[in-house]
């Protein structure tokens, strides 16, 4: 079965500082992986995805995650981190089922 | 080009009644999914649809719990006799089936049961 983790509920950094969520994956072929944030009250965004290829993924409003199979992970990154950032964070994957298997969700506190 | 939409976006039910959540596809989406977030847990997957097919259920709890994709209108997720535990977020996803995994969210449906 598969499962994703979110090691890190919550994670506080400075605006303007870099950024890395961290996830881990466990399935026994290469799964589909995604980074989704979502907003208090909202619907979850998609931030980028990976399916095969160039293991470092470019995403939307700056973000980017690496893939390394190696190490089973798929952490997301952004250089310099901004106000509007804050939200809950998940890190997702999909097999053969189609489904989507989510982790726990990181909180991210920006401050000023 | 609409998202995908689902509604009501708050909904308050007494314990006992029935509770009905409708999603609306993206335009060109033929697959929906719908996932559950309860208060301090993940998302969950709940079930699986295609047009007027039930494809993965396995999320889905055993009892008082039904989807359905009928060819025109809306998935609906239904849930009947609903207790205090069903408060949560009800999210629908849409994907346009395929090779494409890549699931479109909606804003959820944030149910209340009194």
């Known amino acids: 079965a598969q499962s994703v983790t979110q090691p890190d509920i919550h994670i506080t950094v400075s605006e303007g500082a870099s950024l890395e969520l961290r996830c881990n994956y466990s399935y026994g072929a290469t799964p589909y992986l995604f980074w989704y944030v979502q907003s208090p009250g909202q619907g979850l965004q998609l931030l980028l995805k990976?399916?095969?290829?160039?293991?470092l993924v470019q995403g939307i409003k700056g973000f980017e995650a690496e893939f390394k199979r190696s190490q089973s992970s798929f952490n997301l990154r952004k250089p310099s981190v901004h106000w509007s950032d804050a939200a809950e964070y998940f890190c997702a994957s999909s097999g053969s089922a189609r489904q989507l298997t989510f982790g726990s969700g990181t909180q991210l506190t920006v401050l000023p | 080009n609409a998202g995908v939409m689902q509604n009501p976006r708050h909904l308050v039910r007494r314990r006992g009644q029935e509770a009905r959540l409708r999603c609306s596809p993206m335009?060109?989406?033929?697959?929906v999914y719908w996932y559950r977030q309860l208060p301090e847990e993940g998302l969950k997957f709940m079930v699986y649809?295609?047009?007027?097919?039930?494809?993965?259920e396995s999320g889905m709890p055993k009892e008082r719990f039904s989807a359905e994709f009928p060819k025109e209108g809306p998935s609906i997720l239904r849930i009947q006799q609903v207790v205090r535990g069903d408060s949560a977020a009800y999210f629908c996803a849409s994907s346009p089936g395929l090779d494409s995994d890549e699931q479109y969210f909606g804003p959820g449906t944030r149910l209340t049961v009194t």
């Open positions: 990976y399916f095969s290829g160039d293991t």
């Open positions: 335009k060109g989406h033929s697959h």
């Open positions: 649809l295609q047009k007027e097919n039930i494809i993965d």
